[in-house]
């Protein structure tokens, strides 16, 4: 089904549109609007109006997008003043263009005119005296925010929310993997019953959710993580992305060394460690050198420290998943051979004990995982780390979720300190 904002041809021209049909249907969002981004301009804003793709005043709107170039794409305003508002998605903002739309207003017998251009990233060199800019991922997170403003009639503002779920549209339909750059923010992975998960909107949230966890230098500092490196580049087979270490060694893919993997799926997000089986060098030396005590002991540290991380939380679960891949070619997605999956926690005594409802110590689970890394004769891959779910405990639906991953993998930094020594 057509988005109600399709209305245009020209991508940048379907953001505006969204934008002042949404402040023009909800007052409150408009004042609020002004307040965050032309603040002290109008002398009152009771008979504020709003037209898009014309000029003040002037009602008619112009079908053929080829004459509206000397238009702006919105104009706010009241008899004697004038905000214009030019918007940029993939095409480049220049002052001409600025200047052209200045002249266009002044003709219709303002003076008073300010101007907001709303590009993707802002532009230094591209300057009005009396013009600001604005990103529109600045404008993503105000209408975020503004979801959770109480609304007299319907509580919380429904054309916010009108207005980010379109962003989130338009960028998954016309940037990534297209263009450089973002629109919206990362504001914490929203899927639920209302809101299912679906690929396009799982890539487009673990893409911002990456960028984030790149932002903070922890993983570098504490685990020796390269945060300037790509991750796996074509998703197939699930939404995934990688961090990878600083190892000194030179690879030909990823998956010949240790490396983090952040997972989205259908029931919740992951933040694991992965040992490949093609792994090489001293990392692979030292995991097959692993006797058990050894192995148990690192493994009850990496439990501990998630029940550090997350005491009790009905949100998450750590666990070890090891399974066995076949790839039909290099791109295909894989067919899954054999796979197991367990709770490290059920693996010792005074951690099973805490799970509700009580769990026994089940320590034959681990022993097994152990068995198979250690004779094993085929592709068999190794993981440990934690599942996050979209449940009514959910940790990751806030925009600190990225540092609840970055969590997961600083738990597992006993294993990850052992492999490297």
Same mark, same amino acid.
């Given at each position: 089904?057509?988005?109600?904002?399709?209305?245009?041809?020209?991508?940048?021209?379907?953001?505006?549109?969204?934008?002042?049909?949404?402040?023009?249907?909800?007052?409150?969002?408009?004042?609020?609007?002004?307040?965050?981004?032309?603040?002290?301009?109008?002398?009152?804003?009771?008979?504020?109006?709003?037209?898009?793709?014309?000029?003040?005043?002037?009602?008619?709107?112009?079908?053929? %997008?080829?004459?509206?170039? $000397?238009?702006?794409?919105?104009?706010?305003?009241?008899?004697?003043?004038?905000?214009?508002?030019?918007?940029?998605?993939?095409?480049?903002?220049?002052?001409?263009?600025?200047?052209?739309?200045?002249?266009?207003?002044?003709?219709?017998?303002?003076?008073?005119?300010? $101007?907001?251009?709303?590009?993707?990233?802002?532009?230094?060199?591209?300057?009005?005296?009396?013009?600001?800019?604005?990103?529109?991922?600045?404008?993503?997170?105000?209408?975020?925010?503004?979801?959770?403003?109480?609304?007299?009639?319907?509580?919380?503002?429904?054309?916010?929310?009108?207005?980010?779920?379109?962003?989130?549209?338009?960028?998954?339909?016309?940037?990534?993997?297209?263009?450089? !750059?973002?629109?919206?923010?990362?504001?914490?992975?929203?899927?639920?019953?209302?809101?299912?998960?679906? *690929?396009?909107?799982?890539?487009?949230?673990?893409?911002?959710?990456?960028?984030?966890?790149?932002?903070?230098?922890?993983?570098?500092?504490?685990?020796?993580?390269?945060?300037?490196?790509?991750?796996? &580049?074509?998703?197939? !087979?699930?939404?995934?992305?990688?961090?990878?270490?600083?190892? !000194?060694?030179?690879?030909? @893919?990823?998956?010949?060394?240790?490396?983090?993997?952040?997972?989205?799926?259908?029931?919740?997000?992951?933040?694991?460690?992965?040992?490949?089986?093609?792994?090489?060098?001293?990392?692979?030396?030292?995991?097959?050198? =692993?006797?058990?005590?050894?192995?148990?002991?690192?493994?009850?540290?990496?439990?501990?420290? *998630?029940?550090?991380?997350?005491?009790?939380?009905? &949100?998450?679960?750590?666990?070890?998943?090891?399974?066995?891949?076949?790839?039909?070619?290099?791109?295909?997605?894989?067919?899954?051979? $054999?796979?197991?999956?367990?709770?490290?926690?059920?693996?010792?005594?005074?951690?099973? @004990? %805490?799970?509700?409802?009580?769990?026994?110590?089940?320590?034959?689970?681990?022993?097994?995982?152990?068995? =198979?890394?250690?004779?094993?004769?085929?592709?068999?891959?190794?993981?440990?780390?934690?599942?996050?779910?979209?449940?009514?405990?959910?940790?990751?639906?806030?925009?600190?979720?990225?540092?609840?991953?970055?969590?997961?993998?600083?738990?597992?930094?006993?294993?990850?300190? *052992?492999?490297?020594?």
């Amino acid at each position: 089904m057509r988005n109600i904002f399709d209305q245009y041809e020209q991508d940048e021209n379907k953001l505006t549109h969204s934008l002042a049909s949404c402040l023009y249907e909800d007052k409150r969002l408009l004042n609020s609007f002004l307040k965050n981004f032309c603040s002290n301009f109008f002398n009152q804003t009771s008979n504020l109006k709003i037209e898009q793709q014309t000029v003040p005043g002037e009602r008619h709107l112009i079908d053929d %997008e080829s004459q509206r170039k $000397g238009l702006p794409d919105a104009v706010i305003y009241t008899e004697e003043q004038c905000l214009i508002i030019e918007s940029k998605g993939a095409s480049t903002l220049t002052r001409d263009q600025l200047e052209r739309h200045e002249r266009t207003v002044r003709r219709r017998g303002f003076n008073n005119i300010r $101007g907001i251009a709303i590009v993707v990233d802002l532009l230094p060199k591209v300057r009005l005296d009396n013009w600001e800019q604005l990103t529109w991922k600045q404008v993503y997170s105000w209408a975020y925010k503004e979801t959770n403003k109480s609304n007299k009639e319907t509580n919380k503002s429904k054309w916010a929310r009108k207005l980010i779920d379109y962003f989130n549209v338009w960028e998954n339909k016309y940037m990534v993997g297209k263009l450089e !750059g973002s629109i919206t923010e990362f504001t914490g992975v929203h899927f639920d019953d209302e809101n299912p998960y679906s *690929y396009l909107e799982g890539k487009r949230q673990l893409r911002l959710l990456v960028n984030k966890i790149k932002q903070n230098k922890i993983l570098q500092e504490e685990l020796n993580v390269d945060l300037s490196k790509e991750g796996r &580049g074509a998703m197939k !087979g699930g939404t995934w992305d990688i961090l990878r270490f600083k190892s !000194g060694v030179e690879v030909m @893919s990823f998956t010949d060394e240790l490396y983090l993997t952040i997972g989205l799926g259908e029931i919740g997000i992951n933040g694991l460690l992965t040992v490949p089986y093609k792994m090489k060098g001293i990392t692979r030396k030292n995991f097959y050198n =692993l006797s058990w005590d050894d192995f148990k002991k690192i493994i009850y540290k990496i439990a501990q420290n *998630y029940r550090n991380y997350f005491p009790n939380s009905k &949100g998450f679960q750590p666990c070890i998943r090891i399974q066995q891949l076949r790839y039909p070619s290099q791109s295909s997605t894989p067919i899954t051979d $054999g796979q197991m999956n367990l709770d490290i926690r059920t693996a010792f005594e005074d951690l099973s @004990s %805490e799970l509700k409802p009580t769990q026994k110590k089940q320590e034959e689970w681990l022993r097994a995982v152990f068995e =198979l890394n250690n004779n094993k004769k085929s592709n068999i891959q190794f993981q440990v780390g934690a599942d996050f779910f979209y449940n009514k405990h959910t940790l990751v639906n806030n925009k600190d979720a990225d540092q609840v991953v970055c969590k997961s993998f600083l738990a597992c930094k006993p294993l990850i300190d *052992y492999l490297f020594s």
